[in-house]
């Protein structure tokens, strides 16, 4: 652990194997319809099409979120996961095993792909380029291992304003939910403290692991500068990141059990709800910055 506060992706090892376990309930990632339409609709919103592509590689694929529910989509056929932390590589591969779904997976980095030259027809991220520490050089190994004419889609990183935001809105709510349930009629809302422990060291790493926060038009250049071509980043949540981002604390800070069903949906409805002003109304009149997440695509040239 001390070695790893000098060591970003020595971090990145230790914290994701940590959290691969619980990663899924933690993030409530599924691979039923919610998740499955929301991979399409962001892989869309990015890309602009839905496929298919016949092979495609996830770089810092986690437990498979985005890559296992694009191929449920039927935007992939065959796919391939790679991540730093072999115990996320592990679940990852349970995981398309459960669901049947052709995956093959590595334990690897993302700035020395180990797979040859023009092999995939798509790569794809989330959530992965702001735990890279170069990111120019996995861009380039991104367009190394794609096939003439391959594009690469990364969705889900945060903006450099969205980021800040939704630091403090986090760090605000899990204050007032570990203190105001500290008063004894509210004691049964209070999480065991050793649990709260944990949650706030996985929180101290998580400045470690968290690399970079991205301008829109600087993410553009970065993947033009690898020798991307038709590249494109656009962002989306700021009403639904405002909402979200407070009520994912919270059901981080209380216990499990206190939150049924009922407030799973309103969370969820909610959010639909507050993406949609986002897409037809706040993008159409406020600059993309202001939004807290960004998504890149581009090709390789032919």
Not at 93 to 113: K, M, S
Not at 194 to 200: F, G, P, R, T
Not at 248 to 264: D, H, I, S, Y
Request: hydrophobic share 40%; glycine share 8%.
């Amino acid at each position: 652990m001390e070695a790893a506060w000098r060591d970003p992706k020595l971090a990145n090892v230790l914290y994701h194997d940590w959290e691969a376990g619980t990663y899924d309930e933690k993030w409530s990632i599924s691979y039923d319809e919610r998740c499955t339409t929301y991979a399409r609709d962001r892989f869309r919103a990015a890309a602009g099409d839905t496929g298919p592509y016949a092979h495609a590689l996830e770089l810092g694929s986690g437990t498979g979120f985005f890559l296992l529910n694009l191929m449920q989509a039927s935007v992939v056929e065959k796919g391939s996961v790679t991540d730093l932390s072999p115990g996320m590589v592990q679940v990852a591969l349970r995981n398309a095993e459960n669901l049947g779904l052709p995956v093959d997976g590595r334990v690897a980095d993302a700035e020395t792909i180990p797979y040859d030259d023009d092999t995939f027809d798509l790569v794809v991220g989330h959530a992965v380029l702001h735990h890279i520490p170069d990111v120019a050089t996995a861009m380039r190994e991104v367009l190394r291992v794609l096939k003439p004419g391959g594009k690469f889609v990364f969705a889900g990183d945060p903006t450099n304003i969205g980021n800040t935001y939704a630091r403090k809105l986090g760090q605000l709510t899990w204050w007032l939910t570990t203190t105001v349930t500290r008063v004894p009629a509210l004691n049964s809302w209070r999480r065991p403290q050793e649990e709260l422990d944990e949650s706030s060291r996985a929180a101290a790493l998580e400045a470690v692991v968290d690399l970079h926060t991205f301008d829109p038009g600087d993410l553009e250049r970065t993947a033009r500068g690898a020798g991307a071509v038709e590249v494109r980043a656009v962002t989306e949540e700021l009403s639904a990141a405002l909402f979200g981002w407070p009520v994912r604390t919270f059901e981080a800070a209380v216990p499990r059990e206190k939150l049924g069903f009922g407030w799973a949906m309103f969370a969820y409805r909610s959010w639909q709800r507050l993406s949609w002003v986002d897409e037809n109304v706040l993008a159409k009149v406020l600059p993309r910055e202001l939004f807290y997440n960004v998504s890149v695509t581009g090709r390789k040239p032919l």
